[in-house]
């Protein structure tokens, strides 16, 4: 882009011309048996079929998501040169029991198209394979990546035969050297680049040392203070690195001493008294509702004003619900709206025993008495703790930045319209983190290969793609 840029005379010169690209990261990993047993049990849904398929074949993930039923052959999968990775000559795969049984299987139900996917019927993607993977490598404390599946089966086929892998690098290197280019030709068992690799490194002088990439590790006597304050007292990790600054020690990153607590078995946050907070919402979440306030200038006849929402959240389904604006948000008002409230609660049938709420003066103890009236257990969050609200104050950021924030509103009427479009589109269309990236009500996406466009209006001139 940047030389065609400068042959159009867009450029004067290119400014990374004679700028050495960085050198691909290395995926030579492979994974012992134990490892593996961790990556299976922190693995779920189609992806595990996927992983065993490349660690019983040795496959190249690339060509395992591009499988069909008619590449099979009985125990073969062959691709043809075409559809090959070097469109040279056919490329075939043979099949152990396990790993047939496991394409029969996907076959009798895709008898077209790529036999791997996804959880929503999708073929998988290199980057919906690596999101996958950096979970799984977040569950079990090291780096998993498609690739080493691949690497494994061939370690292990080595190891089974009673051949070392190091031998086999050396015998390769000795004989490679001499082969000159035909080594792409005959040489299968490692990438042509990999062999030409260990080539250049064997004619340094002195070898090729093995150094460690990354940061140091830190130092041992660091990592026994470290465990001992966390088994001695009741300190997360960010107290533990206050404590070593303030005996002069430059303390780890929080990442760090997060895993090195955790290599000892011991959690980066101690439980407090009598549960986690994380405990009481998972628990709770099925029938614990948040509500908070939010306020809005608008422009009236009478100038700029703050006009008021009263916002409540199900947490664990994200569903919403928010009572007409004020501008006089008094003690009257909550309690119509607490009535409101629970009318819409029974409507959708979603449960409620806990009402969680800041300790907003707005929030009166009559207010309170109302949901308590109902049964209605009503919890209000800590001083100075805005975190224990969270759900609901992530769902205002939203409503604020994706639709109120591009609008001047004039009234309450022009007000209750917005809120009611976007908390239709909320529920309706937009994908959520925290469910998958799915909408809330399930909405199948449609497929933009057709339809002549994917955006549609959703409030005036805001659209969604």
């Known amino acids: 882009m940047l030389n065609w840029s400068v042959e159009q005379e867009y450029l004067p010169r290119n400014p990374i011309a004679g700028m050495k690209k960085p050198r691909r990261k290395r995926r030579d990993v492979f994974y012992t048996a134990q490892q593996w047993k961790q990556i299976r049990e922190n693995t779920s849904g189609p992806l595990v079929e996927l992983l065993d398929f490349l660690y019983l074949t040795g496959c190249r993930p690339l060509e395992a998501r591009s499988i069909e039923a008619r590449q099979l052959h009985g125990d073969l999968v062959i691709f043809p040169a075409d559809e090959s990775k070097g469109k040279h000559e056919p490329r075939v795969i043979y099949l152990v029991p396990d790993a047939k049984a496991i394409l029969d299987r996907l076959a009798k139900d895709r008898p077209a198209g790529a036999l791997f996917r996804n959880q929503r019927g999708r073929p998988w993607t290199k980057d919906s394979i690596k999101c996958k993977l950096t979970r799984v490598s977040k569950a079990v404390g090291f780096r998993v990546i498609a690739y080493g599946a691949r690497h494994s089966f061939a370690t292990e086929a080595l190891t089974k035969g009673g051949v070392d892998p190091i031998s086999v690098a050396h015998r390769l290197v000795k004989f490679g050297a001499k082969l000159g280019k035909a080594v792409h030709e005959i040489v299968t068992i490692v990438g042509p680049s990999t062999i030409l690799r260990w080539i250049r490194e064997s004619k340094k002088p002195g070898g090729v040392k093995q150094v460690r990439k990354g940061r140091p590790r830190t130092k041992e006597e660091i990592r026994e203070l470290i465990i001992r304050f966390a088994r001695e007292n009741d300190w997360g990790y960010t107290r533990i690195m206050g404590e070593l600054k303030k005996l002069g020690i430059k303390p780890p990153s929080r990442n760090t001493v997060k895993n090195i607590l955790k290599e000892n078995g011991l959690e980066p946050g101690p439980k407090r008294g009598e549960g986690t907070w994380d405990e009481f919402l998972k628990m709770h979440a099925a029938t614990l509702w948040q509500c ?174």
């Open 292 to 465: 908070d306030f939010y306020a809005k200038r608008v422009l009236t006849l009478k100038g700029w004003r703050d006009l008021y929402l009263l916002i409540f959240l199900h947490v664990e389904s994200r569903q919403v619900y928010i009572a007409p604006s004020t501008f006089h948000p008094n003690e009257e008002w909550a309690m119509q709206q607490a009535e409101a409230f629970l009318e819409h609660v029974k409507s959708v049938d979603l449960p409620i025993e806990t009402l969680m709420h800041d300790r907003d003066k707005k929030f009166t103890a009559k207010v309170d008495d109302a949901f308590q009236a109902a049964d209605i257990r009503v919890v209000k969050s800590a001083y100075r703790s805005p975190n224990t609200n969270a759900f609901v104050e992530r769902f205002i950021q939203t409503l604020q930045r994706e639709c109120l924030d591009h609008f001047v509103v004039f009234g309450e009427q022009h007000m209750d319209y917005l809120v009611k479009e976007f908390v239709g589109f909320y529920h309706a269309e937009r994908p959520h983190q925290g469910k998958d990236n799915s909408p809330l009500e399930g909405r199948t996406s449609r497929n933009p290969m057709s339809c002549r466009s994917v955006r549609s209006p959703v409030v005036n001139d805001l659209a969604e793609c």
